[in-house]
């Protein structure tokens, strides 16, 4: 098979629904592990000691891993920390905002060593309410809570995997509930579906595109698109990872904060930030009693793929298929 088969075989594995693989989901204490097709793919963390769950590693179909290695819950090898882009709270992947009624979901506490001495941040932290397994879903339920203890509001997450042949694909979707009142989401760059690649698939090796045709960080940094591709190569073998915007996720086509050093996050509130226009506000209100929605599908291959194999596979995720 030639590497132009293989990627349109990949594009058009993309375009079936996560639920054709074949997924099986262990639970053990506060973790959740997650295998495709009889092969481990990825892990969900929600231990309470945490500030926010989230899914590590991320690996390909053949088992290659894209995320970076930690943190592990708390713990950060602070050989690492001198680095200007080290972030220990971007986790492998994860949901949180960093402006959530004046509170940082988006960092944690248990790293304020790591960006300040002085640090009077007023940290969010996600206390688990109720996890379930729904056949190769993941149904999470949690409290936003505050440092004094007070519940901001609710925040429900849902992981459906899949995949077959070279792909594996996790379909996302995070609901907010103004449960206690109204939640007021800032105008801020520091959020909010995340992902954190391996050092490998980072500068100088990054190489980002969207679905506008551009290239690069400074291209994609803060403009609105329909979906980011993240590709590299790790160990001499060639790699990649898109995330698709649905357009029914909120303010979609979602602007972007994607970094050369291999953060790849959909955030559709810092528009003041992305811009440095003080007259824009990307802010918004969820009223008491309703809710925000937010959908992606993340989707991770082997091999290479070009835009518009990636394009084709977004229009038909779009098209609910």
């Keep these: 098979m030639t590497g132009f088969t293989r990627a349109v075989c990949a594009a058009s ?13 262990e639970r053990r204490d506060s973790r959740i592990d997650v295998s495709v097709d009889g092969k481990p793919f990825t892990v969900y963390y929600f231990d309470s000691a945490v500030a926010k769950p989230y899914l590590m590693p991320l690996r390909t179909a053949s088992g290659v891993v894209l995320s970076r290695s930690f943190p592990v819950g708390n713990n950060i090898p602070k050989a690492d920390w001198k680095s200007p882009s080290f972030e220990p709270h971007q986790r492998p992947l994860y949901f949180a905002h960093g402006d959530l009624d004046g509170l940082d979901f988006w960092s944690e506490k248990a790293f304020s060593s790591y960006y300040g001495r002085n640090d009077k941040t007023a940290y969010g932290h996600m206390v688990p309410d109720k996890i379930e ?30 995949g077959e042949a070279g792909v594996r694909t996790i379909d996302c979707e995070f609901v907010i509930e103004a449960t206690h009142g109204p939640v007021v989401m800032g105008d801020t760059k520091e959020g909010t579906f995340g992902i954190r690649l391996r050092q490998e698939l980072s500068a100088p090796h990054d190489n980002m595109t969207n679905s506008a045709g551009a290239h690069g960080e400074p291209a994609i940094w803060g403009k609105p698109a329909n979906w980011v ?15 698709f915007d649905h357009p029914r996720s909120f303010r979609h086509p979602t602007t972007w904060h994607a970094r050369a050093y291999g953060l790849l996050a959909a955030n559709p509130f810092g528009l003041r930030e992305f811009t440095n226009d003080p007259d824009k506000d990307g802010s918004w209100t969820i009223p008491g009693g309703k809710s925000l929605t937010f959908r992606y599908r993340v989707v ?16 038909k995720y779009a098209a609910g298929k």
């Design 300 to 315: 991770l291959y082997d091999g290479t793929m070009s835009s518009a194999q990636i394009e084709n596979a977004y229009q």
């Design 13 to 25: 594995m993309i375009t079936s629904l996560a639920a054709a693989a074949s997924v099986k989901l």
């Design 133 to 162: 397994e729904r056949g190769g879903s993941i149904h999470a339920a949690f409290h936003l809570v505050g440092p004094d203890g007070r519940i901001l509001g609710d925040e429900t997450q849902t992981f459906t995997f899949g």
């Design 229 to 243: 591709n993240y590709s590299g190569a790790v160990d001499g073998k060639k790699v990649g990872i898109a995330v």
